[in-house]
């Protein structure tokens, strides 16, 4: 625990040495405590925010004059509960300040390395990642790992929207037996590369474990399809993008994978993890705090709110009460699984990929994926609201009677958006973007009111 608390031990060991144990001390105290009880979670909580709170404090100059502003400089009574009486941070505020005011005085900014967010709505954020923060997200996507039956010497594919060269090899790869692992073990591939050349290098390489984009696992499947090919994984992971019910089912099929849910953002990491009973997200309670807010306050109940974030092990650019731009609902239920962590029950996209109707009302992407799911024939859909309300829909579809596939999108559509315009286009493929994340509802709407 100690180690979690206060970072690399003081022993006489080398930067890659310590990495490597950094990492391992994480993972093992993760795994031994994945069973939390409430009253163990709010402790490991209380605890860590205090600690965060007084290191923004005295060693940020952005989170300094945040907090002196509001009248903020003592913590020792600051819980969980009592967040909510410091400033709200959201990405447009973060993004202003300079990088050199946003990070920690005392850290070595050579280090680090810099991670910039993929900007999806314009808003692209760039944080430092520390030597020790790179050690805890190691440590976390251990955990989920072992959760879904994943061995040490298993291969790991990742695939990236995009990497700068100077910094295709990730902190934890740069050195030490640690880095051996994980280069040998791990690979990471480019979405905008040939996917040829990925179902080559899969067929070839045989990773047992797939880390990618639902819409970049569809194109892979296509290629597969082309080619005359088939590849199996042992787990695939979707992540930094929602999956609809039928993507999910075919990649299940194709690639003979059982197929799980992961939602994070670059500035932090893992947030939240689909449990292996396929129950819910289990939140990562015990490395950050999440809030659930809706106009600045908290929801009731399972209401829907923004998410937003406190991190534990951010030192290098600490991220606290950091408004992520996503929509979620917790739930209250106690996972069959016995973890103890807390579980979203929804996680219904960002707020800019709502739907807003002529008459007000803000439909979820979720809902609109639930509903063309549902439609008979569809294969696969793209919808985007533009600034004039109208709503178009692009859909393919492997059936021959194509009036009857767009009739029953209509009435989808209908039951839906109500009398908001919508047009229903069938297309024989839906291009994805190859330098940005694919947003399968899609909002250009600029001028909407608060959700």
């Not at 625990?1 to 990492?23: N, P, T």
């Not at 659930?292 to 030192?315: A, I, M, W, Y």
Request: charged share 25%; net charge neutral.
């Amino acid at each position: 625990m100690d180690s979690i608390e206060h970072g690399f031990a003081k022993a006489e060991v080398s930067w890659a040495s310590a990495m490597m144990l950094q990492v391992l001390r994480n993972w093992a105290w993760l795994e031994r405590s994945q069973w939390f009880s409430r009253k163990r979670l709010i402790e490991i909580q209380n605890r860590n925010l205090k600690r965060v709170l007084r290191h923004a404090y005295e060693k940020v100059p952005f989170y300094y004059r945040t907090y002196e502003a509001a009248g903020l400089s003592r913590f020792e009574e600051m819980d969980a509960i009592r967040i909510t009486q410091l400033p709200i941070v959201t990405k447009d505020v973060f993004r202003a300040a300079p990088l050199q005011e946003r990070t920690a005085v005392d850290v070595a900014a050579d280090s680090c390395m810099p991670l910039v967010t993929s900007g999806t709505s314009g808003q692209a954020v760039k944080v430092l990642q520390d030597p020790y923060s790179a050690a805890y997200r190691e440590a976390l996507n251990l955990r989920l790992l072992w959760a879904y039956g994943v061995k040490p010497l298993d291969r790991i594919c990742r695939v990236r929207l995009r990497v700068r060269p100077e910094l295709a090899v990730a902190l934890a790869e740069r050195h030490g037996v640690w880095g051996y692992l994980r280069r040998r073990f791990s690979r990471t591939l480019l979405s905008a590369g040939d996917i040829g050349d990925h179902v080559d290098f899969c067929s070839t390489w045989k990773p047992a474990v797939l880390f990618a984009a639902g819409s970049y696992c569809r194109a892979l499947m296509d290629m597969c399809e082309r080619l005359g090919r088939r590849l199996s994984f042992k787990v695939v992971i979707t992540t930094g993008e929602m999956s609809d019910r039928s993507t999910r089912n075919r990649i299940s099929e194709e690639f003979n994978a059982e197929v799980f849910d992961h939602y994070g953002i670059e500035e932090v990491g893992s947030i939240a993890w689909e449990c292996p009973t396929h129950t819910g997200h289990h939140i990562n309670s015990d490395s950050l705090v999440v809030e659930l807010l809706r106009n600045g306050e908290p929801v009731d109940g399972n209401e829907p709110g923004e998410v937003h974030v406190t991190s534990f092990h951010s030192q290098a650019t600490p991220i606290i009460r950091y408004s992520t731009g996503d929509v979620a609902s917790q739930s209250d239920e106690e996972c069959p699984c016995g973890r103890g962590l807390p579980l979203f029950r929804n996680l219904e996209g960002r707020i800019l990929d709502f739907v807003l109707t002529i008459d007000g009302r803000y439909i979820s992407p979720m809902a609109v994926m639930l509903a063309l799911d549902d439609s008979c024939g569809i294969s696969s859909f793209k919808v985007t609201q533009r600034e004039d309300f109208t709503i178009e829909v692009l859909a393919t579809t492997n059936e021959k009677k194509v009036e009857r596939v767009i009739q029953s999108a209509q009435q989808s559509c209908r039951q839906l958006f109500g009398k908001t315009p919508v047009s229903i286009s069938i297309v024989d493929r839906i291009e994805t973007p190859s330098m940005r994340k694919f947003r399968q509802v899609e909002s250009q709407l600029t001028h909407r009111t608060s959700t």
